[in-house]
């Protein structure tokens, strides 16, 4: 069953981007209109986050969102077979040297991003980009034949798939040498794992603190990776050097700057981001 799904993957992506849109835009019509894919779960997500705007600003959030998302999927499974030139036609690296700087002064680099525009493209992007190792942090699925496949794919360029259990003692085994350890900060905890509440987009938000405590530990650089879509099919990514001193911050101070400048970047421009995830399924304990 993995070789046939990995392989109708495949062909699927040997299909020209423009036709793929095509499929893009049939799909909008089906997710948005016709079976209303997670909408109650949009529409309350943005409902929470963007109290002040009105019904009808909150519903065109929710149309923009919808139409990238379904460019966001044909995009992704595009990677299965996009070549190297055609990656770096799509994925414009504004500041480079502000992320490879850091390696090429013998330092390894925690780099930082988000659910935010297409970072399954920026994955082949940095990899085509850095000489230096990157560990790519994932969160495993339940589905392990779909995580087998696509953890292939993303890997086409030579980046390495690190679960997020085993991420300590990857970095521990790469910690001599530069390399650059990718994190996506938004990930949703579960109410077993270690987490903190910050104040995020007008609400109480739990958010992972492994990055905080892998950079305390480490004193590793940490950059964030800001990736916005200019047009369609068209990114541009972006680097900004949190702090070169984590270890010196004070407890959490590094989940507020990360979770800040991504607030920030929502904010912005929120169609973006991936709304369709419940992200605020637990409260604090009063």
């Not at 079976?35 to 002040?52: C, D, I, M, T």
């Not at 339940?142 to 292939?152: A, H, L, M, P, R």
């Not at 007008?202 to 650089?221: C, H, L, M, W």
Request: proline fraction near 6%; include cysteine; hydrophobic fraction near 40%.
């Amino acid at each position: 069953m993995k070789h046939i799904l990995a392989a109708g993957i495949y062909l699927f992506s040997l299909l020209p981007i423009r036709l793929l849109y095509v499929l893009s835009d049939i799909s909008y019509v089906f997710t948005y209109y016709l079976s209303g894919y997670r909408k109650a779960v949009v529409q309350h997500n943005l409902r929470r986050a963007f109290p002040e705007k009105t019904d009808a600003e909150r519903k065109e959030i929710e149309r923009r969102f919808y139409r990238f998302f379904n460019d966001l999927l044909v995009e992704c499974i595009k990677m299965g077979s996009i070549s190297a030139d055609e990656v770096n036609r799509r994925m414009h690296l504004v500041n480079p040297e502000e992320l490879l700087g850091h390696c090429r002064n013998g330092s390894p680099v925690i780099l930082v991003t988000a659910h935010y525009g297409n970072w399954e493209l920026a994955i082949h992007s940095l990899s085509l980009l850095s000489p230096f190792p990157e560990l790519i942090i994932y969160k495993p699925l339940s589905n392990k034949t779909f995580e087998g496949i696509y953890n292939k794919i993303r890997s086409r360029f030579g980046a390495m798939m690190v679960p997020m259990q085993q991420t300590l003692r990857k970095i521990t085994e790469y910690r001599r040498e530069a390399h650059i350890s990718v994190f996506v900060a938004d990930q949703t905890p579960g109410g077993h794992h270690n987490h903190h509440y910050i104040p995020f987009l007008n609400q109480q938000t739990p958010v992972f603190t492994g990055i905080e405590k892998i950079a305390g530990k480490s004193n590793f650089p940490v950059v964030y990776c800001h990736i916005d879509r200019i047009k369609r099919g068209r990114y541009a990514c972006t680097f900004h050097t949190l702090t070169t001193d984590p270890a010196s911050l004070p407890h959490f101070e590094l989940t507020r700057m990360h979770s800040a400048h991504l607030e920030n970047i929502i904010i912005q421009k929120p169609e973006l981001w991936l709304w369709s995830h419940r992200r605020w399924k637990h409260s604090p304990q009063l």
